[in-house]
T-cell receptor, first 113, second 112 residues
Framework: DVKVTQSSRYLVKRTGEKVFLECVQD?????MFWYRQDPGLGLRLIYF???????EKGDIPEGYSVSREKKERFSLILESASTSQTSMYLC????????????FGPGTRLTVT | GENVEQHPSTLSVQEGDSAVIKCTYS??????FPWYKQELGKRPQLIID?????GEKKDQRIAVTLNKTAKHFSLHITETQPEDSAVYFC???????????FGAGTRLTVKP
């Protein structure tokens, strides 16, 4: 069974703080993804990575950065958190490029006050 | 890049009725079309997928159809049950891409 875990289920941070969200997968998947999920907007892709140290911007990268130093770990960084970044953040991984199932983590509900 | 549109945003049916959710995509290179189900408070999970070399795929009460010419695909759920109540997402990707794009989701409610 593929397991994707995220460092926190719930997180409350203050405006301006630097926030780290971590994701770990245990199936040696090449691809990893960060999405944010907001009501009525579905799953919007923030960043993805197809290899260690490789990253590509998704549709809404502004205000975020990512890091992938090891194959199994993909971190999302909010350099200076804002209230507009209050959301549910979902990490996912897939075997390789193209047509493969994505396995999701449980999500982190981030509240920025 | 790929753009996936999904309709309707909400759908309410009576138990035992059928439900249909439709998606359109923009990138003609897309050839993999999965559907995910997300129950309340849980992570999205794949329920069925289809590749562009087939027009229809069925798994018990759920089926997906694909029209590559029109660039649309649909999820069909027959004999709906209360446990089918969830948010459903369609998605599209291509073999030569690393990313996947999702629709905005459909909240399905099955009334007992």
């Amino acid at each position: 069974d593929v397991k994707v875990t995220q460092s926190s289920r719930y997180l409350v941070k203050r405006t301006g703080e630097k926030v780290f969200l971590e994701c770990v997968q245990d199936m040696d998947h090449e691809n990893m993804f960060w999405y944010r999920q907001d009501p009525g907007l579905g799953l919007r892709l923030i960043y993805f990575s197809y290899d260690v140290k490789m990253k590509e911007k998704g549709d809404i990268p502004e205000g975020y950065s990512v890091s992938r130093e090891k194959k199994e770990r993909f971190s999302l960084i909010l350099e200076s958190a804002s209230t507009s970044q209050t959301s549910m953040y979902l990490c996912a991984s897939s075997l390789s490029r193209g047509g493969y199932e994505q396995y999701f983590g449980p999500g982190t509900r981030l509240t920025v006050t | 890049g790929e753009n996936v549109e999904q309709h309707p945003s909400t759908l309410s049916v009576q138990e035992g009725d059928s439900a249909v959710i439709k998606c359109t995509y923009s990138d003609s290179a897309s050839n993999y079309f999965p559907w995910y189900k997300q129950e309340l408070g849980k992570r999205p999970q794949l329920i069925i997928d289809i590749r562009s070399n087939v027009g229809e795929k069925k798994d018990q009460r759920i089926a997906v159809t694909l029209n590559k010419t029109a660039k649309h695909f649909s999820l069909h759920i027959t004999e709906t049950q209360p446990e089918d109540s969830a948010v459903y997402f369609c998605a599209a990707s291509a073999d030569n891409n690393n990313d996947m794009r999702f629709g905005a989701g459909t909240r399905l409610t099955v009334k007992p």
